[in-house]
């Protein structure tokens, strides 16, 4: 909605005003400052608040110095679009919010879509021509940019909240001579934003070429994201994230709007370094991230798939791991996808605190891509109140297991799986884990011995000699756990 706004207010010949420039620009600092807010989940609230803050001052510089759009229809479709907000946020559970978050960038990618069509109709409009009244060569390449990343962030990210919703296989879907029919179609993208630059046609003689541009962009967002398998959907989600930011900007100096500019600007570099360290933290390489279909091939060779071998492992019950747990001088805990779906952070935090009243030390390990998205696990255990300075990541925390006398797991899989280690027919194979398998003690909790990790590989861990399972729903099993802690 603010992305559409924004666009609104900038679609109009004169020249901004310096107030207005000046607000854009104190609206900038606020996203800075925001963006440095949320690199920590100390100051993650500030940071929230001061993204408010700029945007608030972004949108109402653009409604008081717009002069094409009507107050009136922009003051409906806030109206309009706060009311759905507010009741999404109010019904979205923890465990929805990656496919909501894959949902929010496809309407962004869009927003872009429409507003490149807008400018090409009327660019007059947006004060995009030259004495002739043709579109000025430098908009069109910024124009088609715009189009080609909306396009491609709409379309990916579609497919993205489909798989992350569960409507569509979280496994990969391999085309044949997949990289060669993506190249194919990045090039005739750019080969076509090329003509449409130099073209001297204008109007409908050029139409065509605008909306190949738009059909290619959303067939390859489309291949890009079917072929990357469930265990990297994290990466995807942050990727699509700079994408959408990417398109933002492109739109931005279109329309000669210096709020998107920056706004999409710091949201797409932001959402490439985090790619980037994301990438580090599973092996990956960048750019095959780029190139879509990362870690495919790996898992082609059957990581996961076929009938499991029945293993032998050992059950506990809660009353096993209240007397372990209390019994222990250190215990570290895993959360992971099973955790949030169970919505079990309040009943771990608790079963936390008793223990740490018995004199255990607790910790708690976060892998980069536990979850669907990134930063998923910090978001629940801070719903829960678990104190910020108990929470470490992989590199801070994993040499501390060989010390560790529990390692606690509750609906981890693919972080703790050691096949991303001595597998290389594995689909996670590269990938850094944590090392639960030196820790003096393993307790597992997951619903039953049936299911597997989102990367669809079964775990050793489960049949170590020192791992009891506990098969159970994650939050009766803690809840179960905190009463014999009593």
């Not at 005003?17 to 854009?24: G, V």
């Not at 139409?207 to 290619?216: E, K, P, Q, R, Y």
């Not at 506990?316 to 791991?321: C, Y």
């Not at 011995?449 to 506990?470: P, R």
């Amino acid at each position: 909605m603010s992305f559409s706004i924004l666009a609104a207010g900038a679609a109009h010949g004169g020249g901004t005003p310096a107030w207005a420039m000046l607000a854009y620009l104190v609206s900038g600092v606020f996203f800075i400052l925001a963006l440095r807010g949320l690199s920590s989940p100390a100051t993650s609230q500030a940071g929230n608040r001061n993204g408010m803050i700029g945007m608030g001052i972004a949108l109402i510089t653009t409604l008081v110095t717009h002069d094409l759009a009507n107050i009136f229809e922009i003051a409906a479709a806030l109206a309009i679009g706060g009311v759905i907000g507010v009741v999404i946020a109010r019904r979205i559970a923890m465990t929805a919010m990656p496919e909501l978050v894959a949902g929010f960038h496809s309407l962004v990618g869009l927003a872009a879509v429409v507003v490149g069509f807008g400018a090409w109709l009327d660019p007059q409009s947006f004060g995009i021509v030259d004495g002739a009244g043709q579109i000025l060569a430098v908009s069109r390449i910024e124009l088609g940019l715009g189009i080609a990343i909306g396009a491609i962030t709409f379309s990916g990210s579609v497919i993205a909240f489909l798989k992350l919703s569960g409507r569509m296989s979280g496994s990969p879907i391999m085309l044949p001579g997949r990289h060669v029919i993506n190249l194919g179609t990045l090039a005739a993208i750019l080969g076509l934003i090329a003509l449409y630059t130099i073209s001297p046609q204008g109007g409908a003689g050029e139409g065509w070429m605008v909306i190949a541009i738009a059909i290619l962009a959303f067939i390859i967002g489309f291949l890009l994201i079917i072929p990357i398998g469930g265990a990297d959907m994290p990466v995807v989600v942050s990727m699509l994230n700079s994408y959408s930011g990417w398109a933002a900007a492109a739109m931005g100096f279109t329309l000669g709007n210096s709020a998107m500019i920056i706004t999409g600007a710091l949201v797409g570099s932001s959402g490439a370094i985090l790619s980037y360290i994301m990438c580090r933290a599973m092996n990956r390489s960048f750019i095959s991230v780029i190139a879509g279909g990362f870690g495919a091939d790996a898992g082609a060779g059957g990581g996961g798939g076929g009938a499991r071998e029945q293993r032998p492992y050992k059950q506990g019950s809660a009353e096993d791991a209240a007397y372990m747990l209390e019994q222990a001088e250190k215990v570290i805990i895993i959360p992971g996808y099973g955790m949030a779906v169970a919505q079990a952070q309040h009943a771990l935090r608790e079963m936390g605190d008793k223990l740490k009243e018995k004199g255990v030390e607790v910790k708690y390990a976060i892998h980069p891509v536990a979850g669907r998205m990134p930063g998923h696990m910090n978001v629940l255990l801070a719903e829960a109140s678990v104190p910020y300075d108990e929470v470490f990541e992989l590199e801070d925390i994993n040499s501390e297991f060989a010390q560790c006398d529990v390692a606690f797991i509750i609906g981890a899989n693919d972080v703790v799986n050691p096949a991303a280690k001595t597998d290389k027919s594995s689909p996670i194979y590269g990938m850094p884990v944590f090392d639960v398998d030196k820790a003096k003690q393993v307790f597992f909790i997951k619903r039953s011995m049936g299911g597997v990790g989102y990367a669809g590989v079964d775990n050793d861990v489960f049949y170590m000699n020192q791992t009891v399972m506990l098969l159970a729903d994650a939050k009766k099993m803690v809840e179960e756990i905190v009463k014999s802690l009593d």
